[in-house]
C-alpha cells in the first residue's frame, strides 16, 4: 500500500500467481497459453475494474 497525494492509503499493486492445469486430446502450445492469457486479461472484470497494476506470474501444465 502507498499514501496517495490526498493521504489516503491505497493499493498500488497486485500480483497473481495462478497454476493452470490443462488436460485432454490436445496439448497446448505456450504460444497458445499466452494468446489466451492475454484474452483473458483484456476481459477480465477485476483487471477493468481497479486502478491498482495487475502482475501475473503463473505457470501452466499439461496433464494427457
Request: hydrophobic share 35%; with cysteine.
Amino acid at each position: 500500500m502507498e499514501s496517495l497525494t490526498t493521504g489516503r492509503k491505497s493499493v498500488v499493486t497486485t500480483a497473481l500467481a495462478p497454476t493452470i492445469e490443462f488436460s485432454g486430446a490436445k496439448r497446448p502450445t505456450d504460444e497458445i497459453v499466452q494468446r489466451l492469457h492475454h484474452q483473458a486479461h483484456e476481459e477480465c472484470y477485476i483487471a477493468n475494474s481497479v486502478r491498482t497494476q495487475i502482475s501475473v506470474a503463473g505457470s501452466w501444465l499439461f496433464r494427457g
